[in-house]
């Protein structure tokens, strides 16, 4: 709205439109006193840069009279109003441009200026659209900054607060941080609170036993679902406890004088506070204890009330146990809720006094970590950040499994392993299926042997181990045509248990054509001396009932894989790491050549124990033989006795587990290492290894090298670490295998 201000021309007013004369000079502004009896007048607020004394003209149809703008204008009555119109004086209108005002209700209406004996306009009254204030007799002047400041007619005000609602609203179309990890919905009631879809419900602790021991909230911090856990810890001032263990020790003594007079019988629980209060204060002067002020919350949650329900009673019952007694936060969920966010704010505020010694057991960083001594570093803990380290062969039993789908790691971490065991003087034998290990081999001077049907490398099935002092020869004869047996279903099929009497009987001639029966002493034969498949063959073939079995043999002595199993043993084991490698054998030959190594190194391992590794690589594919299973379990249950541990490995844990022999396999390891899993075999996982639903979804959202680590009872997430030089000779990323090879030429060549 315009603001509307009249100025007079300090001269006579003529009537008719007569000549106005010129206002003298300006006379310094006197901020007029108003009489006692008079109200002081609402403030004007002046266009003008400085204040200028605004007189009040009067009117009247003789000459008028000159007016002094310089002294006030006494209160006069208001003169009668003239039946005949008097002549209006000219004025001069100035119109100042304000901002409009920001809504009606806001606007304050400016103090009308009443000049005596003239009426306002009615059309200037229409249109400010403004109710007539009280008659203002004496204008007071305002200083001109209080003005609202204007630019070119526009309100810097207005705009500004036009800036200020565009900037609220771009501001609530941004998602922030906030707004992504917020849940749908929180409604809170007295004994639970949904945030979202789940459940929750807050606990604190009122009372501890007399005496607390060590990790004793080890069971709840390692419970097998989800939970949050705060401890608070408000130190208190050591003057003020010891005044008050004073005050309280005083007290104790006179109660104890007192029933000492009466002649009551002594009161064992008075001493007992007695003592531990004075110990308190001895401890506590020598500076050896400090006094707190401990909270502890746990917040639950649960999918659905009777879940909820179902995990708060397992914790109380754990803490019961250990006569720890909690109360859920009834009324106050929503606060207990807020302390148990990681914000560090104790909002809930329930404690108890504990000193330094009870309050160190609940010293809640006790998540297992399979830290020790002494042994191999297979990694680093997820929880806490310690050292995996440990000795496979101070456990119960020195076997592990390891269980991941392609690519996870799973090759990476066992060539790590045997890396770092042969430092402390391992022996490593692998059956390598997929030429792996090759460089591992080539980059410690191990011996890496490859197993086709056109190698040099040959291995003869009818080899007999040489006898150990506690063991009975004829049971070492016995187990090996066993083992035959179990061999040659592999290699013919199916087999009828007459056709087994037979081939028993087969195998028995066919050692006694080398003059080798169950009392010879088998050291004193050498590989040559042994037979081999062709002899078994020409046996067969002079048996009754055996032309099925001779035919079904031939193409393993005389047909496409003659060259593979009959030939003498031609390779030694005398070197720290052997690689045996099947990767060019047919899929048809590779469980016959896998048992045949197993039964060539479990000779071994028999005649020469040390401290050994064997490392079976792809073992799903012996599990889907029956025989085959059988005699690699065998090889778990026995080589405890001869300091070896056996490392399978594999990557199909369905046909893994549909053998009867693979759960005992894992059983009877005390080692498993669980990497990233497939979602199609995680229930399986799952079930196998009792996994909770953290657990299952840790390793479905695992990255390379990450997983469970199990070493007896303890488990732990682990996390694969290799330093520089060891990422370089265990790798088995494509990539880097071949620019080690490029670099290999590079130096063979000089460049």
Known sequence: MDRIVFRDNKGPILGGGGVVTPPPAPVEPVTPTPPASTPRPEPIQPVATEPVAIPVPQVSTSAPEPVVSAQPIPPAPTPAPVETPAPIPELVIEVAPVAPPASQESFQAMPEIVLPGVKPAPAMVEETKVATPPVVEEPTIVPPQSLPKTTAGISLTGKRESNKEAEALYQQGIATLRDLIAPPAIKVSSNTMQIGEVLSRTYFVVAYPRYLSTNWFSPIINIDFSMDIALFIHPIDTAEIMKNLRKSATQVQSQIHIENEEGKIRDPMLETALQDIEGLRDKLMQGTEKFFRAGLYMTIYGSDENDLNDKCRSVESILEAQLVYTKSAILRMDQGFASTRPLANDVLDVANNLNTEPLSTTFPFVSSDLSSNQGVLYGINRHNNSLILFDRFKMENANMVVFAKSGAGKSYTVKLEVLRSMMFGASVIILDPENEYKHLCEAVGGTFLKVSLNSDVHLNPFDLPRKVEDEDTAGVFRNTIANLVGLLHLMLGSVTPEEDSILDRAIRETYAIRDITEASDFSQFDSASFP????????????????????????????????????????????????????????????????????????????????????????????????????????????????????????????????????????????????????????????????????????????????????????????????????????????????????????????
């Open 532 to 751: 081999t498949m062709s002899d078994l063959y020409a046996v067969l073939q002079n048996m009754e009932g055996a032309e099925s079995l001779s035919a079904r043999l031939e193409r393993y002595t005389e047909g496409i894989f003659g060259g593979f199993l009959d030939k003498q043993t031609n390779i030694e084991m005398n070197n720290q790491l052997v690689a045996f490698n099947i990767r060019d054998l047919e899929e048809e030959l590779r469980p016959i050549a896998m048992y045949i190594i197993l039964q060539f190194i479990w000779n071994e391992i028999r005649m020469h124990m040390k401290k050994r590794v064997i490392v079976v690589d792809e073992a799903w594919v012996m599990m889907q033989h029956e025989d085959a299973a059988s005699f690699l379990f065998g090889i778990a249950k026995r080589c405890r006795k001869y300091f070896t541990g056996l490392t399978t490995i594999t990557q199909d844990i369905g046909d893994f587990m549909s053998s009867r022999y693979g759960k005992p396999i894992i059983t009877n390891s005390s080692l498993q290492l669980l990497l990233r899993q497939s979602p199609s075999s995680i229930d399986l996982i799952a079930e196998t290894f009792f996994l909770t639903d953290h657990e299952k979804f840790l390793l479905l959202e695992s990255n390379v090298g990450e997983g469970i680590f199990f070493a007896g009872t303890k488990h732990a997430a682990i996390k694969i670490i290799a330093s520089y030089s060891e990422d370089q000779i265990i790798t088995s990323d494509p990539r880097q295998l071949l620019e080690i090879e490029e670099a290999k030429r590079d130096f063979d060549s000089g460049n």
